[in-house]
């Protein structure tokens, strides 16, 4: 298996979460912003949960979500990490800093660069476009010495394995796609994606 760290974003079925609890180095991130297409409810993904084996968990959220709903839904389902955008307020909180995984613009990078309490990790959303940009990639670098780094792509072949080459230390972020139906998922892209990292 792969020694990449990867993320699965959006998860919402049991399918693509046993597939990432299966990597060596795999996280699972569930989506509990309501305006969000792929998010569950506590109870959904504590159903899913039961079925993994000592999951990396992470619970998504909204810019419009408060400190007292991020806490209420770390608690009542057991996930110990919160993903937030860097405009939340709670980024500039030390004491949530150990447990955040920020999602970062590149234009934010010399800002996030800049703050003192850096969090778990960060996540940026890169293209094919963004590989040949030497200082993106430098700044990407420097993220990546204070904190966790995942690298949020395409589920593309070429472009992670573009990007790999460039990062190798990064962690990649995949978007989970919706079942066509239940026990229908991607895994043959995943599968595809991974194998390209791999060799």
């Known amino acids: 298996m792969s020694t990449t760290k990867w993320k699965a974003a959006g998860v919402n079925n049991l399918t693509d979460a046993r597939y990432f609890n299966a990597l060596e180095a795999g996280w699972i991130e569930f989506v509990f912003d309501v305006l969000q297409p792929q998010a569950v409810t506590i109870e959904k ?90 200082t993106l990639t430098e700044q990407l670098k420097a993220l990546g010495r204070h904190s966790e780094l995942f690298l949020q792509l395409p589920a593309d072949p070429e472009i992670v394995q573009a990007w790999h080459a460039r990062i190798p ?21 995943y599968d595809t994606i991974i194998e390209a990292v791999s060799s």
């Open 45 to 134: 993904a504590r159903s899913i949960i039961e079925w993994l084996y000592e999951p990396q968990l992470v619970a998504a959220f909204g810019l419009h979500q408060d400190q007292e709903e991020i806490f209420y839904v770390l608690t009542q389902s057991g996930i110990s990490y919160a993903a937030v955008p860097f405009e939340h307020p709670l980024v500039n909180d030390p004491d949530f800093a150990p447990l955040a995984m920020v999602y970062i613009q590149k234009e934010d990078i010399r800002q996030a660069l800049a703050i003192p309490n850096h969090p778990l990790a960060w996540t940026v959303a890169l293209t094919q476009d963004d590989v040949q940009n030497e």
């Open 169 to 189: 230390e990064a962690g990649i972020q995949l978007q989970i796609a919706s079942e066509e139906k239940a026990g229908w998922s991607s895994v043959d892209v």
